[in-house]
């Protein structure tokens, strides 16, 4: 029993087919073309070579090939191929060329060609993130850039013909980037690169592999225009369908009235499909990828685009050919497109940026196109945008996409509310859509207030022998503003003092202060040493983000505990001024006689100088003698003036007395007042 179930197990095993993961890629031995179709006498122009498809066996089985060099009409070499069958060119040991056939299509008249050439290590690479490099062996068709760099991968973007692709690569694996060369034809992996040292957020070191024959020039020369093969009425010739289905998806296909449907049932290396006439099961069939098949039992061929398939979403390329005149609509699908908003941070520091970022994704299986993009930034926030106009016209399905970056500068402290930003579009069926982000919420902005530190006394004399014992008060202030955000955190006054000085901390607690607001701590500093002491402060605190800060502030107090020094010096005292009488009679009275009176003979010499000369005094007699000889002269003299005045008079009467026929005379009275009018006395 035990072995019967190991033997089902086996069984069951090996018949659930193996889809090995796109993303553990092996580098290939060879770059090759993408299948071609060709006719008898059909050949590809592959650069300087041309590989023709010049006979077959009756019953198709066996493809002659050869190859010619350009301009030569002899071939270089011929090989006859069944399908599957492969030839090297010149030779196997060193080839250039490999030629192999994937299909002989008996039913058509057709083979299916792929040409290739030999992988090559082309050089060792060392490139810094964000730098691109152009291999100039690659005549420029080829960019490489370093997008990102982790500890243990890298990944590049890689513009081949114009078109990019963006691969992430594991340190020690490798993957390849194909070069469209047209519509059906591309060159896989025209470059192949492989980690081999990733450094994050720094540099990336890596292997670039590429063809043998890196030739870009590939076309198909048919043998004529009327055609030399006879192919059958209602091959399928003519591509109907290019573009991605996903699993469980059904296209149809309509040709002469009919209805087909085909349905794909798994991916992987070898993809599943179902093809139906109607609702009426045809037949179910692998395909791998890069190959094809052709229905024998209707018009219709399918082909998986090399590379192409993704096991993540379970979708590939697939090509479906069908006869001229038949059609296949595209599969039109939905989108779900997501807007999603993203930030640098909703709390900044006046003074600094907040960026604000703007992708769209779409997570559903339909492409979104006409993308227009409708912002909600407040006033207050001086705003740049990058780009400055939307560019994205497709959006393909599970796909992202950055559609603006916003570069917002607040103009003063505050909460600032950024509302929904919305994305329009047009889904594959054109109808209009719109979504809108997630509340961005409150951009708060915050600053630090304006601080000062200062004490109420900032010099000290201390005298140890009586107190040692200060006391100082610090006053921290913070400046008027808005306390809801601008304040500081944690905050810490750490002192800064001698050994000479002794407190119970060097470090003060705050705590939490916003503007407006003032806090003062006394601390009280024993004084050990009796010499010159400094006190600084810093000032330590973080902001609003949590960011720290310090102030420092040196020689904030000082305290001076020298004690005066003490000089010796003889010094001669002189008494006050008023006690100069009694020292000098106290010395003289301590000396003898001789000495005395020479020393009181001096101080006689130096006084004199200094006492002012005495008034002489009066003698009573002598100015008494003088008044009484003045009033005797002068009564003499007024009365001698008197008598000759009255002897005048009397003689002038005289000669008055009457004569005859004369006046008459005045009377006596009359004569005396005349007399003493004039200040004569009469008698």
Same mark, same amino acid.
């Given at each position: 029993m035990k072995k019967m179930a190991i033997l089902l197990i086996g069984l069951i095993l090996f018949a659930v087919p193996f889809f090995p993961s796109v993303k553990s890629a092996q580098k290939p031995d060879y770059a090759k073309l993408t299948l071609v179709k060709l006719g008898l006498k059909d050949s590809i122009i592959f650069g300087n070579y041309e590989i023709k498809f010049a006979d077959v066996n009756p019953d198709w089985? +066996?493809?002659?090939?050869?190859?010619?060099?350009?301009?030569?009409?002899?071939?270089?070499k011929t090989a006859l191929l069944t399908s599957g069958g492969r030839m090297f060119y010149p030779d196997s040991t060193n080839p250039i060329l490999e030629v192999s056939i994937g299909y002989i299509m008996s039913y058509n008249k057709v083979i299916y060609l792929e040409a290739g050439s030999p992988l090559k290590k082309a050089e060792s690479k060392t490139l810094d993130e964000g730098k691109t490099y152009k291999p100039t062996y @690659?005549?420029?068709?080829?960019?490489?850039?370093l997008v990102d760099v982790t500890d243990s991968s890298a990944k590049f973007t890689v513009t081949l013909n114009g078109i990019s692709y963006t691969k992430t690569i594991e340190e020690d694996s490798g993957q390849g980037f194909g070069y469209k060369i047209s519509s059906d034809i591309s060159y896989y992996p025209f470059v192949w690169i492989k980690v081999t040292k990733a450094v994050k957020n720094d540099y990336a070191e890596f292997d670039i592999w590429i063809p043998t024959y890196p030739v870009t020039s590939v076309s198909v020369k048919r043998a004529s225009q009327t055609g030399t093969q006879n192919q059958t009425q209602g091959a399928p010739d003519t591509v109907v369908y290019n573009d991605v289905m996903y699993k469980d998806e059904i296209l149809n296909i309509y040709y002469n009235g009919t209805t087909y449907k085909l349905r794909l049932n798994q991916v992987g290396?070898?993809?599943? !499909?179902?093809? !139906?006439?109607?609702?009426?099961p045809l037949e179910t069939f692998q395909v791998k990828a890069g190959g094809y098949h052709e229905s024998d039992k209707a018009p219709i061929g399918v082909e998986v685009v090399k590379d192409s398939y993704d096991t993540e979403y379970n979708r590939l390329t697939v090509k479906v050919w069908a006869p001229h005149g038949a059609s296949a609509p595209p599969i039109l699908r939905e989108a779900k497109l997501k807007l999603i908003v993203e930030t640098t941070s909703k709390k900044i520091m006046l003074g600094d940026k907040m960026i604000l970022t703007v992708k769209v994704v779409n997570e559903g299986k339909g492409k979104a196109f006409g993308l227009k993009l409708n912002s909600n930034i407040p006033n207050g926030l001086e705003q740049e945008?990058?780009?400055?106009?939307?560019?994205?016209?497709?959006?393909?399905?599970f796909s992202e996409y950055p559609l603006a970056t916003y570069i917002l500068t607040p103009s003063q402290v505050g909460?600032? +509310?950024i509302g929904k930003f919305g994305v329009e579009y047009y889904d594959e069926f054109g109808n209009l859509k719109k979504v809108e982000s997630d509340t961005i919420g409150a951009l708060k902005v915050y600053t630090l207030p304006k601080i000062e530190l200062n004490v109420d006394n900032d010099y000290f004399k201390v005298d140890t022998s009586k107190d040692n014992k200060v006391k100082v008060k610090f006053n921290v202030v913070l400046e008027k503003g808005n306390p809801a955000f601008e304040f500081i955190e944690n905050a810490t006054l750490h002192l800064e003092f001698p050994d000479s000085l002794n407190a119970y901390s060097r470090d003060i607690s705050l705590g939490d202060l916003r503007a407006n607001e003032s806090i003062s701590k006394e601390i009280i500093f024993t004084v050990n040493k009796a010499e010159l002491s400094k006190v600084s402060a810093t000032l330590t605190y973080k902001d609003a983000l949590g960011e720290e800060h310090q102030i420092? !502030?040196?020689? @904030?107090?000082?305290?001076d505990a020298v004690p005066p020094a003490i000089v010796e010096k003889k010094v001669k005292v002189y008494p006050e001024a008023q006690e100069l009488p009694s020292f000098v009679n106290a010395t003289l009275a301590g000396l003898d006689n001789e000495t005395r009176?020479? @020393?009181?003979?001096?101080?006689?010499?130096?006084s004199e100088a200094y006492i002012p000369p005495q008034p002489p005094k009066t003698n009573w007699w002598a100015v008494f003698a003088i008044l009484f000889l003045i009033f005797g002269i002068g009564f003499g003299v007024a009365y001698y003036n008197l008598k000759g005045k009255y002897e005048e008079a009397q003689r002038k009467l005289a000669r008055r007395k009457p004569k005859p026929g004369g006046l008459p005379l005045k009377k006596e009275e009359e004569v005396k007042e005349e007399l003493e009018d004039k200040g004569i006395e009469t008698l």
């Amino acid at each position: 029993m035990k072995k019967m179930a190991i033997l089902l197990i086996g069984l069951i095993l090996f018949a659930v087919p193996f889809f090995p993961s796109v993303k553990s890629a092996q580098k290939p031995d060879y770059a090759k073309l993408t299948l071609v179709k060709l006719g008898l006498k059909d050949s590809i122009i592959f650069g300087n070579y041309e590989i023709k498809f010049a006979d077959v066996n009756p019953d198709w089985t +066996q493809a002659l090939i050869e190859i010619y060099k350009k301009g030569e009409s002899k071939p270089s070499k011929t090989a006859l191929l069944t399908s599957g069958g492969r030839m090297f060119y010149p030779d196997s040991t060193n080839p250039i060329l490999e030629v192999s056939i994937g299909y002989i299509m008996s039913y058509n008249k057709v083979i299916y060609l792929e040409a290739g050439s030999p992988l090559k290590k082309a050089e060792s690479k060392t490139l810094d993130e964000g730098k691109t490099y152009k291999p100039t062996y @690659l005549d420029g068709k080829v960019s490489i850039k370093l997008v990102d760099v982790t500890d243990s991968s890298a990944k590049f973007t890689v513009t081949l013909n114009g078109i990019s692709y963006t691969k992430t690569i594991e340190e020690d694996s490798g993957q390849g980037f194909g070069y469209k060369i047209s519509s059906d034809i591309s060159y896989y992996p025209f470059v192949w690169i492989k980690v081999t040292k990733a450094v994050k957020n720094d540099y990336a070191e890596f292997d670039i592999w590429i063809p043998t024959y890196p030739v870009t020039s590939v076309s198909v020369k048919r043998a004529s225009q009327t055609g030399t093969q006879n192919q059958t009425q209602g091959a399928p010739d003519t591509v109907v369908y290019n573009d991605v289905m996903y699993k469980d998806e059904i296209l149809n296909i309509y040709y002469n009235g009919t209805t087909y449907k085909l349905r794909l049932n798994q991916v992987g290396l070898y993809s599943s !499909f179902s093809l !139906f006439k109607g609702t009426t099961p045809l037949e179910t069939f692998q395909v791998k990828a890069g190959g094809y098949h052709e229905s024998d039992k209707a018009p219709i061929g399918v082909e998986v685009v090399k590379d192409s398939y993704d096991t993540e979403y379970n979708r590939l390329t697939v090509k479906v050919w069908a006869p001229h005149g038949a059609s296949a609509p595209p599969i039109l699908r939905e989108a779900k497109l997501k807007l999603i908003v993203e930030t640098t941070s909703k709390k900044i520091m006046l003074g600094d940026k907040m960026i604000l970022t703007v992708k769209v994704v779409n997570e559903g299986k339909g492409k979104a196109f006409g993308l227009k993009l409708n912002s909600n930034i407040p006033n207050g926030l001086e705003q740049e945008v990058y780009p400055e106009k939307l560019t994205i016209t497709k959006l393909d399905a599970f796909s992202e996409y950055p559609l603006a970056t916003y570069i917002l500068t607040p103009s003063q402290v505050g909460s600032y +509310q950024i509302g929904k930003f919305g994305v329009e579009y047009y889904d594959e069926f054109g109808n209009l859509k719109k979504v809108e982000s997630d509340t961005i919420g409150a951009l708060k902005v915050y600053t630090l207030p304006k601080i000062e530190l200062n004490v109420d006394n900032d010099y000290f004399k201390v005298d140890t022998s009586k107190d040692n014992k200060v006391k100082v008060k610090f006053n921290v202030v913070l400046e008027k503003g808005n306390p809801a955000f601008e304040f500081i955190e944690n905050a810490t006054l750490h002192l800064e003092f001698p050994d000479s000085l002794n407190a119970y901390s060097r470090d003060i607690s705050l705590g939490d202060l916003r503007a407006n607001e003032s806090i003062s701590k006394e601390i009280i500093f024993t004084v050990n040493k009796a010499e010159l002491s400094k006190v600084s402060a810093t000032l330590t605190y973080k902001d609003a983000l949590g960011e720290e800060h310090q102030i420092e !502030f040196p020689n @904030l107090v000082i305290i001076d505990a020298v004690p005066p020094a003490i000089v010796e010096k003889k010094v001669k005292v002189y008494p006050e001024a008023q006690e100069l009488p009694s020292f000098v009679n106290a010395t003289l009275a301590g000396l003898d006689n001789e000495t005395r009176a020479l @020393l009181a003979e001096e101080l006689k010499n130096v006084s004199e100088a200094y006492i002012p000369p005495q008034p002489p005094k009066t003698n009573w007699w002598a100015v008494f003698a003088i008044l009484f000889l003045i009033f005797g002269i002068g009564f003499g003299v007024a009365y001698y003036n008197l008598k000759g005045k009255y002897e005048e008079a009397q003689r002038k009467l005289a000669r008055r007395k009457p004569k005859p026929g004369g006046l008459p005379l005045k009377k006596e009275e009359e004569v005396k007042e005349e007399l003493e009018d004039k200040g004569i006395e009469t008698l």
